[in-house]
């Protein structure tokens, strides 16, 4: 049996894969920077927020939970969302050191010569 693409690379490298596929939607993004603004959990909010259906919402909820960026709680019969601040600093991190060793590395931009 092969090795598994992810195993060919480090913990990190993997996560922050990961973690981007999961931000590389649209609507997770738009779903985040909703949840963001609000000051308590949310319950019900995000169908009428982004027209999109009660299972859409659903599903892009499961991929943020996946990657640990929401914590949920019973409120009544409700799960209410909340991002999970500890994570939302850890994964700030992870991204800002990856531009930031990413930058650092990358050569000066070459100049050219008008003739």
């Known amino acids: ?17 990961e973690v ?3 931000l590389a939607h649209p609507a997770r993004v738009a779903i985040l920077q909703y949840i963001s603004r609000q000051e308590e959990c949310i319950c019900n909010d995000l169908v009428a927020e982004t027209g999109l259906a009660q299972a859409t919402i659903s599903q892009h909820l499961s991929a943020i939970k996946k990657i640990g960026l929401l914590r949920g709680n019973f409120q009544g019969k409700n799960l209410c969302y909340c991002i999970d601040s500890e994570r939302w ?27």
């Open 1 to 17: 049996m092969g090795v598994s693409k992810t195993q060919l690379f480090n913990d990190r490298q993997n996560e922050l894969a």
């Open 89 to 115: 600093n850890e994964l700030q991190e992870l991204f800002g050191s990856f531009f930031q060793n990413i930058g650092q590395q990358c050569c000066a931009p070459v100049q050219t010569t008008s003739e």
């Open 20 to 22: 981007a596929k999961v």
